[in-house]
């Protein structure tokens, strides 16, 4: 007797970043991508080198990590993939998805997010169109006031062919912080208490983060 039954999918939202270090517009955002998606799980991916952020110092991957899993252990559908971590050279996106294709299988579903800033320069990325072949689809996080534009989409799909077709957006509590703002406020003694998740304020005062200005 033929099984009637159709295996949904595993969705899997995958979240980048430096997280440097990782604060509450990280995990709201997260959260509501998550829950608004119907995900089964949002790993978030640390980057281990970079390639968008040339001549800044990063804090040491093991800190940030460290950080990371602070903010997210009490968010049983939140993990971490150390796929950029593991690995040498630049983080790029289009070697990661690769990779946890590899891993996963093509049968998974994979919703990235990006802010709206990432968006708009998609197109510069390295190997774009290899990264929207490998998504199911972009989740991009609204700014305030968006509305679905026929005209913004054009523009955006005559930079990146096929971008609107893999494209989510999503409405997002949109909190005020900034990882170079929380850096700044940290090297000038200024508070971080409530931008951060407490265990994550404590890790950076007990191991001297960010005193110099990053």
Known sequence: MENSRTLTPRRVGLFGGTFDPIHHGHLAIAEEVRVSLELNEMFFIPAGHPPHKPGRVITPVEQRLAMLELAIATNPHFSISLVEVDRPGPSYLVDTLHIL??????????YFVVGWDSLEELHTWYNPLGILAQL???VAV??????EENEYNKQLEARLPGITQRLLVVQAPRLDISSTELRRRVASGKPIKYQVPDAVESYIFQHNLYQTGQ
């Open 142 to 147: 609204a700014r305030p006031g968006y509305v």
């Open 101 to 110: 294709r590899e891993q996963w299988g093509n049968e998974i579903e994979l």
């Open 136 to 138: 199911t689809f972009l």
